[in-house]
């Protein structure tokens, strides 16, 4: 025999019954996205480098150390593309919009499922490959769509049962206009350049290039030094504050706790104005489970027209993690009835009247191959299935069929014609 594969370091297979949860989390995701008019878009895995480089910055952790990158093979004229996968999405759908001519008549509001790549040390929720639900509005200025966002965030975290205070909290913060930025950068720089013998390499290397960065970090001896520094919202003018408090009249108006957070930058470069994150801690140092904000300069930025944006990307992976930590994870699906056929004779018979029953919406599993009665009661019970329908040759034969409930004790049956199947499917789906 030779060597089993193995899955590459940090991508992980989803397999049942733990795929289970998964649908049942992007079903009610959608659910949700459904209520607020959100549609559905999805753009390549791949991407040219470029897209990344200019729509995330050039100096952040996702594009210096943590992107998929690779030059594709040459063509016939010896040109060979620069591609990557992609490390989030907001890119790659202001690509699309901008390609396709979407934003020209009117705002989108659009979400997205699917994997991101990042090359980071994997551990307990932080994966290379690993899941996002997203959403993006597009084209629409006022402070009300970043809190209709965030107020679609809490929605999707209360309907999947995690409760704000107790499992989970919002931060907010506002980060104004470049103009601003510039100003208190300059302010930040002189306060970094005084602590300077307290950065490590990347802190040392970024306190020019970018120095916000450097207060984002999860580094305790930098904690006094970052709590100290100049903050943004100091730095706001009228209109930032007007947006900013705009969007905190909304939240408040709507019972959306938040604490204000001013360190609060993000990852990526492409944020204005609002930002937010959703903590949760129970994971550990893995526990921003949504993050997003407003990126009013990106689409210009990549190519497009200048147009207002936010949204946010909520990891997958780690919501799971969170429903499974604090027992808000669902029950898995179980089918409506299992099928015991004890003679093969008897299948082709069988075959047609299960698809009578699905037909009749009724899930039903049948037993693979040939096997003992015993064995075959014992599957139908680890499946979970609610009946078992028993096509013995004996019903057969009176065109009958058998049905047990799995579920009560006294092991009452009955019998069913097997010519008056959507008489008696209903009783199969709802009990
Ligand atoms: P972190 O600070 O934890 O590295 P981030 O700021 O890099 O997160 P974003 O780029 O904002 O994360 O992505 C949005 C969400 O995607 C995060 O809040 C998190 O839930 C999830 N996420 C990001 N990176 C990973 C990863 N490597 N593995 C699993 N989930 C991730
Ligand atoms: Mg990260």
Redesign the pocket.
Known sequence: MSEALKAVKGMNDILPPESARWEWLEARMRSVLQRYGYQNVRTPIVEPTALFVRGIGEVTD?VEKEMYAFEDRADKHGQAEHLALRP?MTAGVVRAMVEHAFLRDSGRRLYYFGPMF?R?RPQK????Q?H?MGIEALGFHGPDVDAEVILLGARLLKELGLVDGEHVHLELNCLGELGERRAHREALIAHLEAHKELLDEDGQRRLYTNPLRVLDTKNPALQDMANAAPKLLDFLGEASLAHFNGVRAILDAAGVRYTINPRLV???DYYNLTVF?WITDKLGA?G????GGRYDGLIEQLGGKSTPAVGF???L??MLLLLEEVGAAPPAPVPDAYAIVPTVEGLPRVMVVLEALREAGVSVVLHPGQSSMKSQFKRADASGARHALIFGSDELAAGQVAIKSLRDATGAQRLESLDAVTDWAPLLRNA
């Open positions: 996702i989030e990042r980071e929720g932080r994966y290379r690993f996002q993000r990852g990526l994150e893995q921003t489970v949504c993050g990307g909520m990891g992976e780690r």
